[in-house]
């Protein structure tokens, strides 16, 4: 029977029936006809039906990580009179069809402990287990994070233990963190080492609030802990200084900068002029350095910022990072964030900031 079904994109007219098919499946985490709405509608998302005699039976929600290869399976759900007829393979199999031609190489979703038979499904699909998921859902059941490789390349394995930035200015310091962990065991990333990094490292100005930090500040924060450095920069520009109107803060952060390019100096490195291409730091990534990133918000969603992330791994095509900025909705758990995939080409746009476009790498080891 299941051949027989229609999968095609969800309208306004199927609301009232993904609602009902939502209130019959789930007693807890349920989407809301305000959800439907806007999921229906967004650029980030897919909402695939399927349809058997005129009637919706069954429903997908596929979202993408704006900026990267990665796709996300947030809800399937399928109708009690319908199940067992192959509906949510054909859902299933829509939704990997649909992530594919969005560019995505790699696609996750969650599934409850409780829930034994999508997992087995999920399985013979070809998903495989990223991590548990202790106390995941609202009724307090846990779960697991599965994910399914949509092309035949090697994901690359990372030792990396994710931290979360806690404020909107750490990413820096979070991401040099979870660097320095990675590399040496006896390192443990905590609050008060990622606002003692900040301090070392800030530019003291932004474009508003606190300062953000400079490659050359965290730089200067790694070799003084231990580590060996390579500091790549596209330019002898001051960093971030167009990003603040007031003559007199740019002042200040030239200063700053010629300071940290003083400091960096007596501590027996120079930073080198140029833009590593994504191959290049594929590369350098393969040799078992990690990098920290200055990459721009603009193409993860929207906002011009600058950004810093954990570059973990790579493979012919991708380079994986470790993003320390959870602040994105639908996109809730740790494992949402890390060894993110970006292809090489992707990678080399997201990492210039501003309209000079600045790039700025770090090489850790």
């Excluded at 310091?173 to 606002?195: K, N, V």
Aim: glycine letters at 6%; a neutral charge; one cysteine or more.
């Amino acid at each position: 029977m299941s051949a027989q079904a229609l999968i095609r994109l969800a309208t306004r007219t199927d609301l009232d029936a993904l609602c009902a098919l939502e209130n019959q499946c789930f007693d807890s985490d349920r989407l809301s006809r305000r959800s439907f709405t806007h999921f229906i509608k967004a650029e980030h998302s897919q909402l695939l039906v399927a349809e058997l005699d005129q009637h919706l039976c069954g429903y997908v929600l596929l979202l993408f990580r704006k900026g990267t290869n990665l796709a996300r399976i947030y809800s399937v759900a399928i109708s009690v009179n319908h199940r067992g007829q192959g509906i949510a393979t054909l859902l299933m199999s829509a939704a990997e069809e649909t992530a594919i031609e969005h560019d995505a190489s790699f696609i996750r979703l969650e599934v409850s402990e409780r829930n034994t038979k999508a997992a087995q499904l999920y399985q013979r699909l070809g998903y495989h287990k990223l991590c548990d998921l202790p106390e995941y859902y609202e009724d307090g059941s846990s779960g697991e994070r599965l994910e399914k490789r949509l092309h035949t390349n090697k994901a690359p394995s990372s030792s990396t233990a994710y931290y979360p930035q806690t404020t909107p200015f750490t990413c820096g310091p979070a991401s040099l963190m979870m660097a320095m962990a990675a590399l040496r065991g006896d390192i443990l990333a905590s609050r008060s080492e990622e606002l003692r990094l900040w301090r070392e490292a800030t530019t003291i100005y932004m474009t508003s609030g606190h300062g953000g930090c400079s490659p050359v500040g965290l730089a200067c924060s790694a070799v003084r802990r231990g580590f060996d450095v390579e500091l790549y920069l596209s330019s002898d520009e001051t960093p971030f200084v167009d990003s603040v109107r007031n003559l007199k803060k740019q002042d200040v952060i030239r200063l700053v900068h010629r300071e940290f390019l003083s400091e960096l100096a007596g501590l027996g490195v120079v930073p080198k002029l140029g833009v590593l291409t994504g191959a290049q730091l594929a590369q350098r990534l393969r040799d078992g350095q990690l990098a920290v990133c200055l990459v721009s918000t603009w193409r993860l969603n929207r906002n011009k910022a600058p950004h810093w992330v954990l570059a973990t791994g790579a493979d012919k095509r991708f380079i994986y990072f470790s993003d320390p900025d959870r602040e994105e909705e639908f996109w809730n758990s740790d494992a949402d964030f890390i060894d993110v995939p970006i292809a090489h080409s992707q990678y080399e746009s997201l990492a210039r900031y501003g309209k000079s476009r600045f790039s700025a790498t770090l090489l850790i080891s």
